[in-house]
């Protein structure tokens, strides 16, 4: 109940192409949905969140996608670049943050 | 401005030695969190203060891990009797006044290796 899943584990792009992260909840409670970008040695970093009451977001290249009633949302990076490599969490709020296992994104130059 | 600051940034210890590790939030930041990301993993929550009280405690794994805070700024997380499994890295977050769970700002963490 208080997991969330996040597909692929890694995942390798070209440089310009869509990179595309999914995530699944079961806890309808979860109320807030942010994605964070970890460089390697760096904390993680706020890239986007989403409400459940809305079902898209855009912020310049990064989109998340929310499906409220399948309980999942995704993370679409447009045009991608080879400075988005990083590892990128999902994480839902609830009594408190759960994050996904997190995604390995190389963009391939 | 300044951000979340962890201390130290790397730490080797021997099995059984207790270990303690520092977090500087930012400053007026109300809410301090404790998280911890094991290679290849999620993060794990382990604690939440705010200001010096903790409201949550439910993620610490075991009575050798306690966390304290003082002056609604400095944390301090302790793990006492280290064991191999307690490697990995330990995430300091704060938020600002407001909601609790708001946005959280990430410190660099410290590399807790148990050998």
């Known amino acids: 109940q208080q997991q969330v899943k996040q597909s692929p584990q890694s995942l390798i792009v070209q440089k310009g192409g869509i990179s595309i992260i999914n995530c699944a909840y079961e806890?309808?409670?979860?109320?807030?949905f942010p994605w964070y970008q970890q460089f390697p040695g760096k904390g993680p970093a706020l890239l986007i969140a989403?409400?459940?009451?809305?079902s898209e977001k855009k912020e310049g290249r990064f989109t998340i996608s929310f499906n409220k009633s399948a309980k999942q949302f995704s993370l679409h990076i447009m045009d991608s670049q080879p400075g988005d490599s990083a590892t990128y969490f999902c994480?839902?709020?609830?009594?408190?943050?759960?994050f996904g296992p997190g995604t390995r994104l190389s963009v391939l130059p | 401005g300044a951000g979340v600051s962890q201390s130290p940034s790397n730490k080797v210890t021997e099995k059984g030695k207790d270990v303690e590790l520092r977090c500087d939030p930012i400053?007026?930041?109300?809410?301090l969190y404790w998280y911890r990301q094991s290679l290849g993993q999620g993060l794990e929550f382990l604690i939440y203060?705010?200001?010096?009280?903790?409201?949550?405690k439910s993620g610490l794994p075991s009575d050798r891990f306690s966390a304290e805070r003082t002056g609604g700024s400095v944390s301090t997380l302790t793990i006492q009797r280290t064991q191999q499994e307690d490697s990995a890295v330990y995430l300091c977050?704060?938020?600002?006044?407001?909601?609790?769970?708001?946005?959280?700002?990430f410190g660099p963490g410290t590399r807790l290796t148990v050998l």
């Open positions: 203060f705010q200001g010096n009280s903790a409201p949550d």
């Open positions: 806890n309808t409670a979860f109320d807030y």
């Open positions: 994480a839902a709020r609830g009594q408190n943050f759960v």
């Open positions: 400053s007026g930041h109300t809410a």
């Open positions: 989403i409400r459940p009451d809305v």
């Open positions: 977050a704060s938020s600002p006044p407001g909601l609790p769970y708001n946005e959280q700002f």
